[in-house]
T-cell receptor, first 113, second 114 residues
Framework: DTGVSQNPRHKITKRGQNVTFRCDPI?????LYWYRQTLGQGPEFLTY????????KSRLLSDRFSAERPKGSFSTLEIQRTEQGDSAMYLC???????????FGPGTRLTVT | LAKTTQPISMDSYEGQEVNITCSHN???????ITWYQQFPSQGPRFIIQ???TKVTNEVASLFIPADRKSSTLSLPRVSLSDTAVYYC???????????????FGKGTHLIIQP
């Protein structure tokens, strides 16, 4: 296993369009996390899953954002009606449930024009 | 109230030992202290984690005093490639903590010069 992968690596979209990102975690990891990072800031927690269950969502996660992990393996993050303020790097990480060490993917850079 | 406080930036030179201190006055009994490193355009990378006293691995040491209200990441003999942002996190999903343990903050931008 080569680690956490994310697709696409870059996405440019026009305001108002919907976008979907995919994350493939390390295969034996049952926890999966989504973060957002803007320039000069640290990663900001969005949500996390244990297997297919979404256990927690940030209060900052608006109703335009939705995440799924239907079979407890890969996850998707969808942003509906994108806004310019959604432009950021979207990071995915995975870990074992009994471990705080998270392994991060390379991220998907979203630019909303 | 921020869970952790770190210096915004630090400078050092190749071959020196660098110590980055993180304050976490409100650390809870079940909280662990975890440090990550991040290079530009990459996801963060786990460096080290500890609960109390001292932890050492192949890349760093982590010193935690008895009151656990602060911690110090020590990087021995740094090189130019250690230039990165370093984040201190306090919390633990492992021991039932919530996602507020996943707050990265702004981190410390470490710059290593020749």
């Amino acid at each position: 296993d080569t680690g956490v992968s994310q697709n696409p690596r870059h996405k440019i979209t026009k305001r108002g369009q919907n976008v979907t990102f995919r994350c493939d975690p390390i295969s034996e990891h049952n926890r999966l996390y989504w973060y957002r990072q803007t320039l000069g800031q640290g990663p900001e927690f969005l949500t996390y899953f244990q297997n297919e269950a979404q256990l927690e969502k940030s209060r900052l996660l608006s109703d335009r954002f939705s995440a799924e992990r239907p079979k407890g393996s890969f996850s998707t993050l969808e942003i509906q009606r994108t806004e310019q303020g959604d432009s950021a790097m979207y990071l995915c990480a995975s870990s074992l449930a009994l471990d705080n060490e998270q392994y991060f993917g390379p991220g998907t850079r979203l630019t909303v024009t | 109230l921020a869970k952790t406080t770190q210096p915004i930036s630090m400078d050092s030179y190749e071959g020196q030992e660098v110590n980055i201190t993180c304050s976490h006055n409100n650390i809870a009994t079940n909280d662990y202290i975890t440090w990550y490193q991040q290079f530009p355009s990459q996801g963060p990378r786990f460096i080290i984690q500890g609960y109390k006293t001292k932890v050492t691995n192949e890349v760093a040491s982590l010193f935690i005093p008895a009151d656990r209200k602060s911690s110090t990441l020590s990087l021995p003999r740094v090189s130019l490639s250690d230039t990165a942002v370093y984040y201190c996190l306090v919390g633990s999903l492992y021991s039932g903590g919530g996602a507020d343990g996943l707050t990265f903050g702004k981190g410390t931008h470490l710059i290593i010069q020749p």
